[in-house]
């Protein structure tokens, strides 16, 4: 008897906690189908209304969406195809190669983890506009290339490749090149999948860097355009959802279609 | 063998360029610019100047001490009621995937997003104030009271990581050995004793990553109060971040934002050198 209670009262706390994860994405999307003023209504709007369209050409005629949402996704195509390729090849030197200098390269990376990202906001932004590189696709993109985390997910996941494997290849003549391309790389797929995740995650969200490296309406990406759009003095709260849908229906998506590999993603290896 | 010595510098090469550029320059550039302060659109070199500000800045102390606040208050609370859910979650035997991506959305959407959905719901006619009404208790001034403000910010946050770190102990717990919760029935141990004698001790190391990798997000907060709150009411919601951003790109003074930003560095390095030694191992 007293079994059976501890676990109903773990699905009590269970479907209660579901309830609040998921309500305040079922509320933005339909207030994203209302006018401005029903967030506000009472009793609260519940249900779905036919103003989405409506508050969708608004939303483009105030910050373009269909330009921002273009940004956003080739700033983060370039950079998720980039930054995985990048920090591949940085995890399989430090994890299946000895040379002069590796650990103390290696512990910099992971020093640098704990710098918050604002500490070097000042500097990087200087940097960019010295070289001229202020409101463009480059300046946003470039900065977090080299991500720590993820050169530290990757070097974890490639111990995992036999050495012999390795050994064999070369022994067979196989170039350096040719081995991490071909023998490397498809062994370590479903990590390239979850580090990829990480990254593309990493991007989307992005809000900070953007808001300072971009100058002009076309070129926000979605998180600015975003708050920009709820920095105005009078909110048209209809627009803000769409616009909110919009940046978040995307990432939920992929998400639900590839769960296991997202969380994997998020989570990192650092917990098996 | 020799000939191969320069293959993982080959590989390296690209990440070890941009980590130069992007990230060792500025931290070199920000301690020279902690040094300088702005006259007539020059910078020029003040010595200690900006540091004996910070000192005696009043807001300064004021961003460090919410932040404080938040970090003592969010993150306990969080990661409490992430152990109790993720516990319940091992314990259940249906639905157990659906109430993981239910659980695991939050994490997924983005800062901004998320803060203007709770934004408008935590507004003094919103929607969680409708509900507090309803039930015949008085509205909450979510965002125009300080302190408030502040539980606006932890509510917001905790909603969107209790998830993330559910999952995380999730995948800890189950790995807990199957025997020592055996034993301890046998003895007679209720649940609610099996959770504090059994669980939380095994899952000591994960507690112990999830809190550094919470208290590092939380000195680095700025999507949050920055959509939220704009850092108000009267400065009550300002963090680091914030301060270093209004510092350097409303009021232009790039100097003294570059000592902000070296001292909090510093700061974060102390406080997870102690949280290690605190927490022993590892």
Known sequence: ?272 | MQSKMHVPYLFLTPALVLFSVFMIYPVIYSLFLSFQSSVQGEMVFVGLQNYEKLLSDTIFLKAVTNTFIILVIQVPMMLFIAIVLANALNSVKRFKALFRVSFFMPAVTSLVAYSIIFSIMLMGDGLLNQIIVATGLDAVPWLSHPWWAKMALILAMTWRWIGYNMIIYLAAIQNIDEALYEAASIDGAAKIKQFFYITIPQLKPVILFTAVLSTIGTLQLFDEPYTLTKGGPSDATLTLGMYIYQTGFRYYDFGYASTIAYVTVIAIGILTYIQFKVTGDE
């Open chain 1, 1 to 272: 008897m007293k079994q059976v209670s501890y676990k109903s009262l773990g699905y009590l706390l269970l479907i209660l906690g579901a309830i609040i994860s998921l309500f305040p994405f079922y509320w933005a999307i339909v207030s994203s189908t209302h006018v401005s003023g029903k967030v506000f209504a009472k009793p609260p709007t519940l249900f779905f209304g036919d103003q989405f369209f409506i508050n969708l050409v608004n939303l483009n005629e105030s910050i373009g969406i269909v330009r921002v949402l273009g940004n956003s996704l080739l700033i983060v195509t370039i950079y998720t195809i980039s930054a995985l390729a990048v920090c591949t090849m940085a995890g399989y030197a430090f994890s299946k190669f000895k040379f002069k200098g590796r650990d103390v390269l290696f512990a910099m990376f992971m020093v640098s983890m704990m710098i918050p990202f604002h500490a070097l906001v000042i500097p990087l932004f200087k940097l960019m506009a010295n070289l001229n590189w202020l409101n463009s696709y480059e300046a946003i993109i470039l900065p977090s290339i080299a991500y720590p985390f993820a050169i530290f997910l990757m070097r974890q996941n490639l111990f995992a490749v036999p050495d012999p494997m390795l050994e064999a290849g070369r022994i067979d003549g196989v170039s350096e090149w040719g081995l991490f391309i071909r023998i490397v790389l498809p062994s370590i797929k479903p990590a390239l999948a979850a580090v990829a995740i990480f990254l593309f995650m990493h991007q989307w969200n992005n809000f900070l860097w953007p808001l300072i490296a971009v100058q002009t309406k076309e070129m926000y990406t979605l998180p600015v355009a975003l708050s920009s759009l709820f920095g105005l003095s009078r909110i048209d709260y209809g627009q803000v959802m769409a616009g909110v849908v919009i940046a978040t229906t995307p990432i939920i998506i992929f998400f639900l279609a590839l769960q296991k590999h997202f969380i994997a993603g998020v989570l990192g290896s650092a917990v098996k």
